[in-house]
């Protein structure tokens, strides 16, 4: 171990892995955002958001290695496809849920404000 920390193997496949793992959570917040946002604007999203968080949400991402496994290989594309699915549904849950939940005074000053939900 002294060796590989002295010739910055250890370094370098930490931060390789540390890349592949945010390039993951990166990709489950902007797919859980989008959801949610697609679930705002159309009842049709609002329905896909439900229906996919009720059947995906409930499945432990190590279920789905095998899978993606077979899919992508032994690749870092899979990290990131497990990755991206361990985090979308609990940003799309928790996002959905804190929209759902703003106070409707704290929405009335805004339409005083000016602020519109077309703008």
């Known amino acids: 171990m002294s060796n590989d920390l002295l010739s910055q193997k250890l370094l370098q496949a930490t931060l390789s892995t540390l ?5 993951g959570m990166i990709l489950g917040v902007i797919l859980g955002t989008a959801l949610v946002a697609f679930a705002k604007i159309s009842h049709f ?7 996919m968080s009720s059947m995906l949400s409930p499945l432990p991402a190590i279920t789905i290695l095998p899978l993606v496994r077979i899919w992508f290989g032994f690749t870092s594309v899979s990290i990131i496809v497990v990755t991206a699915h361990a985090t979308t549904w ?3 849950l ?3 849920m804190g929209l759902s939940t703003i106070n409707p005074t704290v929405l009335m000053v805004g339409k005083n404000l000016g602020l519109d939900s077309s703008d």
């Open 19 to 23: 890349s592949v793992l945010s390039i």
């Open 45 to 51: 999203g609002q329905d896909l958001l439900i229906v």
């Open 90 to 92: 609990p940003i799309a």
């Open 94 to 96: 928790n996002t959905e």
